[in-house]
């Protein structure tokens, strides 16, 4: 693509065509991947197809999403789109809530993010993946995507609300497995809210167990306040007028602050045992590394800088799987991007799963070659050729927490375990918020 700016056009660009009523969403459904990547290598840098709900701009090109998720930022959204998947459950959370509440919700989880607070989490973050190897047995067949989003949630339990849940894991487990599953069906995505579809049963069952649980921490922490837990914090704040916040407006945040902190990590350390399991070569480097630098030892925090390697193969990890495939934005002013005028009322959608597997920025993009994350690369790549955890003002806030996690969770498995695919899994994956495996990924595990 040209640097130069091209000229404005009344024009729209080229897309795919879809079907009468349902427009896309039906190719969307049963082949989402094959379908945002088709329609990137056929139409270009900026594709546009109409659908029920109005226009729709899928952008292809890291400059273009650079402009909407940064420099242009204050005129987007997240909007109608996002608000039906994930407000059902997640209500007006940090994830979907705007203008003032976000700010104001941010400003206040953010000190659980700070570098310093993260970094005291190692030691916790290495017990409990500790814990888990416990768990298992030489030659043992484990549910990889099952043991890991069982981690992750401890995890991110007592590192934002100082508690453990090890009763209510698979209640939540359970309730966030119904909630993904019921937003991929086509009715949840196309029919008025106000009907009641067996998906959004499925939906409000997922809430109803996921508020036992949530109200329940909100009261003991309202009994036994800390200064270092997220819920204590928000039970303080106050508005401008001396009110406190709802126990709702907690309770939403709580829920996305548990789903957000763990899925996308759990995802992150599934496909990268997948890729080390069919990439043996990959998988002896790492483990290598893991020998010169640890020596046997434990991981530490201390450790990280030297285990470039370890984190190299997230990164690879993340750019053929990102957890998450893809970010709508819905434009509340007037913008051009690429020549074109998108106005109000079209839908945005960036697809990481497209852009990191883009040859123009990759070279052999479909392999998996954690080796070629060089300073070199970083320094040629376009700022948003690589955009795990999104970019700008809503960029994950997370992000460094899911980066010290997956480390060192790895570095914990890998020192000790070898894991081998069962023959014949394949990763099929679904696309609704999160790039999750259509069925579970089974390893047999061999102690080393």
């Known amino acids: 693509m040209s640097s130069d700016t091209p000229p404005v056009t009344d024009e729209k660009p080229s897309g795919p065509d879809g079907l009468p009523l349902v427009g896309n969403q039906l190719a969307l459904l049963r082949e989402p991947y094959a379908f945002m990547t088709r329609t990137a290598r056929e139409y270009g840098d900026i594709a546009y197809w109409e659908e029920p709900t109005g226009p729709v701009y899928q952008l292809n090109h890291p400059e273009y999403i650079e402009q909407v998720l940064v420099q242009n930022n204050q005129h987007y959204i997240k909007g109608d789109h996002f608000q039906t998947m994930l407000g059902p459950v997640m209500g007006n959370g940090i994830l979907n809530s705007e203008g003032a509440v976000w700010r104001r919700n941010r400003h206040l989880i953010q000190p659980a993010f700070s570098s310093n607070r993260i970094e005291g989490h190692a030691p916790m973050m290495i017990g409990f993946t500790e814990d888990l190897l416990e768990t298992w047995a030489d030659g043992q067949t484990r549910l990889i995507h099952e043991d890991m989003m069982e981690v992750t949630l401890k995890i991110v339990a007592r590192a934002l609300f100082g508690v453990d849940i090890d009763d209510s894991v698979d209640t939540v487990g359970a309730a966030f497995d119904e909630f993904m599953l019921a937003t991929e069906t086509l009715s949840h995505l196309v029919l008025p809210q106000q009907i009641p579809t067996p998906s959004r049963r499925r939906i409000q069952w997922a809430r109803e167990s996921l508020d036992s649980l949530v109200y329940q921490l909100i009261e003991e922490r309202r009994a036994n306040p800390t200064d270092q837990d997220v819920i204590s914090k928000l039970l303080e704040v106050t508005d401008e007028e001396g009110n406190t916040l709802s126990d709702e407006q907690i309770r939403d ?23 080390l399991s069919t990439n043996p070569a990959v998988e002896r480097a790492l483990v290598e590394e893991l020998d010169d630098v640890l020596g046997g030892e434990t991981p530490t925090i201390a450790d990280l800088d ?13 750019r053929l799987y990102p957890p998450v495939p893809g970010i709508v934005r819905e434009p509340v002013k007037p913008d051009i991007i690429g020549g074109y005028e998108i106005q109000p009322g079209a839908t945005v959608w960036m697809h990481q799963w497209v852009v990191h597997r883009d040859p123009r920025w990759y070279d052999d993009p479909l392999s998996f070659r954690p080796e070629r994350w060089t300073d070199d690369l970083e320094n040629d790549l376009p700022r948003l050729a690589y955009f795990p955890f999104a970019a700008g003002p809503r960029r994950c806030i997370g992000d460094r927490f899911a980066m010290l996690e997956a480390r060192l969770t790895l570095a914990t498995i890998y020192q000790n375990y070898h894991l081998e695919l069962v023959p014949g899994t394949e990763l099929d994956l679904r696309a609704t918020i999160t790039s999750r495996p259509k069925h579970e990924v089974p390893m047999t595990v061999h102690e080393r």
């Open 253 to 275: 945040e709580v829920v996305t602050l548990l789903f957000a902190g763990h899925e996308t990590t759990a995802l992150a350390l599934t496909f990268a045992a997948y890729l």
């Open 306 to 318: 030297d285990l470039t390697y370890t984190e190299q193969v997230v990164k690879e990890s993340m």
